[in-house]
């Protein structure tokens, strides 16, 4: 989990474009960051999984 120093810092406007840090919106992860679903790849699974995540299906083949 992100600590709140980190998170004020992603939020703020960086001085280069390039220095901008994607976040998990629900727990504030900084890698494994999923842009289709602003989560990172814990949250997402943990998501899907319970069905909040729509028109997301377990694959099986």
């Not at 842009?35 to 319970?50: S, T, V």
Request: hydrophobic share 35%; charged share 30%; net charge positive.
């Amino acid at each position: 989990m992100a600590t709140k120093a980190h998170i004020a810092k992603s939020k703020r406007t960086p001085k280069f474009s390039a220095r901008t840090v994607n976040r998990c919106s629900r727990c504030g992860r900084s890698r494994g960051y999923l842009r289709d679903f602003n989560l990172c790849r814990i949250c997402m699974r943990e998501m899907a999984h319970q069905g909040l995540l729509p028109g997301v299906r377990k694959a099986s083949w």
